[in-house]
T-cell receptor
Framework: KQEVTQIPAALSVPEGENLVLNCSFT??????LQWFRQDPGKGLTSLLL?????REQTSGRLNASLDKSSGRSTLYIAASQPGDSATYLCAAPKVSSGSARQLTFGSGTQLTVLP | GAVVSQHPSWVICKSGTSVKIECRSLDFQATTMFWYRQFPKQSLMLMATSNEGSKATYEQGVEKDKFLINHASLTLSTLTVTSAHPEDSSFYICSASPLIAGGPQQFFGPGTRLTVL
């Protein structure tokens, strides 16, 4: 059974700081790992998807890395802005299902970027 | 980009009544849709996998007779919470996987907030 853990649970930083969010997963036989953003009371916005054969993906100020052997992924946010304030979720497929689309989510990191 | 809608966005109902939530893929066809539930301050938990034209597959601990799922077309899946109780109050989110893409791609709806009084 796949278990996904995220630390820290909450993070508050001043605007402009670079920051790292951590995600760990128990079963390293994953097809991919995804990072999502969730604003309060809203659905999910996909940020980055890293395939199992990749080590990192970049989109704008976001960079996600994947280390399958250690069961870890990090989301790096450069030059944080107040608009980045949200909950960030990582998700890995339920390996036992054989499907890359049935996801197990971490509990999220609630990020607050102070102006 | 691919868009998934949910209706209603929020609903309040009395205990004992049934509530239907719709999930639609607006600009693509989806053979598979997924239903998740999110309690306050918690993460999303997969409830069931809905396949067009066949019975849904429920996760362990999810009552199939309470959470009825119908995936009658390639663009619509419905979740009906039957005989709702206050403990069913939650944020329900669906996602849809495109017919063609195959792999891990899926797109999430905006969610439905259910409050059972």
């Amino acid at each position: 059974k796949q278990e996904v853990t995220q630390i820290p649970a909450a993070l508050s930083v001043p605007e402009g700081e670079n920051l790292v969010l951590n995600c760990s997963f128990t079963d390293s036989a994953i097809y991919n790992l995804q990072w999502f953003r969730q604003d309060p009371g809203k659905g999910l916005t996909s940020l980055l998807l890293i395939q199992s054969s990749q080590r990192e993906q970049t989109s704008g100020r976001l960079n996600a890395s994947l280390d399958k052997s250690s069961g870890r992924s990090t989301l790096y946010i450069a030059a944080s802005q107040p608009g980045d304030s949200a909950t960030y979720l990582c998700a890995a497929p339920k390996v036992s299902s054989g499907s890359a689309r049935q996801l197990t989510f971490g509990s999220g990191t609630q990020l607050t970027v102070l102006p | 980009g691919a868009v998934v809608s949910q209706h209603p966005s929020w609903v309040i109902c009395k205990s004992g009544t049934s509530v239907k939530i719709e999930c639609r893929s607006l600009d693509f066809q989806a053979t598979t849709m997924f239903w998740y539930r999110q309690f306050p301050k918690q993460s999303l938990m997969l409830m069931a996998t809905s396949n067009e034209g066949s019975k849904a597959t429920y996760e362990q601990g999810v009552e199939k007779d309470k959470f009825l799922i119908n995936h009658a077309s390639l663009t619509l899946s419905t979740l009906t919470v039957t005989s709702a109780h206050p403990e069913d109050s939650s944020f329900y989110i669906c996602s849809a996987s495109p017919l063609i893409a195959g792999g891990p791609q899926q797109f999430f709806g905006p969610g439905t907030r259910l409050t059972v009084l």
